[in-house]
């Protein structure tokens, strides 16, 4: 799996970045897979080509993405943001 990760302070547009960028895919790409959301953050997981990209607007904490590597099955992107330091970068270079 590659991962991609929107890296950035809080509140400095990553998460709407990422939800620009599903309302883009769903009008190019077919829609495999979506979360009901955890309060404003959600996740879609897309066919591209006969690839899977997933991108999951979440990612303040080491614990989210885990949990959302593990709520996603198998894909071939991962896309997600990330602060600049802390658990989440960690736990996307565990997974790297």
Same mark, same amino acid.
């Given at each position: 799996m590659k991962i991609i990760a929107l890296q950035g302070k809080e509140n400095? +547009?990553?998460t709407a970045t $990422?939800? $620009?960028l599903i309302g883009l895919m769903?009008?190019?790409y &077919?829609?495999?897979e979506k979360s009901n959301g955890r309060g404003f953050d959600y996740w879609v997981k897309f066919d591209v080509n006969g690839k899977t990209a997933a991108i999951y607007t979440a990612g303040d $904490? +080491?614990?989210i993405i885990e &949990?959302?590597?593990k709520d996603i099955s198998e894909c071939d992107l991962f896309v997600c943001a990330v602060h600049t330091f802390g658990?989440?970068?960690k736990c996307l270079y565990e997974h790297a």
């Open positions: 400095c +547009g990553k $990422l939800k $620009l769903k009008s190019k &077919n829609v495999i $904490l +080491g614990s &949990n959302a590597l658990d989440t970068v």
